[in-house]
């Protein structure tokens, strides 16, 4: 029998910065929550809504797998490796911090603001060099509604990371039943963008997320027009 913490989107910490309204489903910043400091190696689960012409200024990080979402706009990146592209709805961009990497991220749309998730994931090896990879699944999404894009290894065309992670992604734009199967013991979250889940009696909204431990087969019922992330991880 599986196990389920529902993370409810209402209980998560928000901070309204006016250039920028954000919501941790983790401990973050001025954020803290003892009893959500992560699952598994998965650190941080941020909502950032950016306003036009707005973002993060050059800052610094090390020892980190950063993977950045796009959901609707567009974020415009730059770091001290020498990256300068442009992340967009449908594409999954992965930076490794490692021995310490700067970066900054804005939108660069004039007229409208860019909805994204941040996500960090703890990294196998501390001290690694500093790696930059970006890769667009429109066309999968189109042919597949729940495909990977992210993993170890990098398999399958996703992009890779320095950790035992696979993150898959879900959408369509019709009701679809997913069974996500994972390895037993291991662990999985999943994270709603739009629309809505059921998993067994319970549903899942937008900005909801939910842990799952002692699961094998999760049965991922989404309806129409529904977006979500769903992360296959190890152990507790």
């Known amino acids: 029998m599986s196990t389920i913490q529902i993370r409810k ?7 309204n910065h006016g250039w920028l309204d954000t919501y941790h489903t983790f401990s973050f910043a001025d954020y803290h929550d003892p009893e959500h400091m992560g699952f598994s190696d998965l ?13 993060f ?17 567009a974020l415009e990146h730059k770091d001290s490796m020498g990256n300068s592209t442009v992340i967009k709805p449908g594409e999954v961009q992965r930076m490794s911090a490692g021995t310490g990497v700067q970066h900054s991220e804005f939108n660069h749309f004039k007229d409208r603001r860019t909805h994204l998730l941040q996500i960090w994931v703890l990294p196998n090896k501390k001290n690694i060099q500093p790696g930059y990879e970006q890769k667009s699944f429109e066309s ?17 065309g996703s992009v890779s990371l320095h950790q035992d992670v696979n993150l898959y992604v879900g959408k ?22 739009k629309g809505s889940v059921k998993i067994d009696s ?17 049965l991922i019922k989404a309806a129409p027009d529904t977006e979500f992330l769903a992360f296959d991880l190890l152990p507790l």
Not at 174 to 179: G, K, S
Not at 181 to 189: D, F, G, M, V
Not at 206 to 218: C, L, R, V, Y
């Open 172 to 193: 369509s734009s019709a009701a679809q039943e997913i069974d996500f199967k994972i390895e037993a013991e291991r662990t999985a979250w999943i994270q709603v963008v």
């Open 57 to 73: 200024a050059t800052h610094s990080h090390r020892d980190m797998e950063i993977i950045t979402y796009v959901i609707e706009g």
């Open 9 to 15: 989107s209402s209980e998560r910490g928000h901070a």
């Open 43 to 55: 650190r941080v689960i941020n909502e950032d809504f950016v306003e036009a012409g707005a973002g």
């Open 202 to 218: 319970n549903t899942l909204s937008a900005g909801d997320g939910a842990a799952f431990t002692d699961s094998e087969n999760i």
């Open 140 to 156: 999968e999404l189109k042919e597949k509604k729940f495909i990977l894009v992210a993993s170890e290894s990098g398999k399958d």
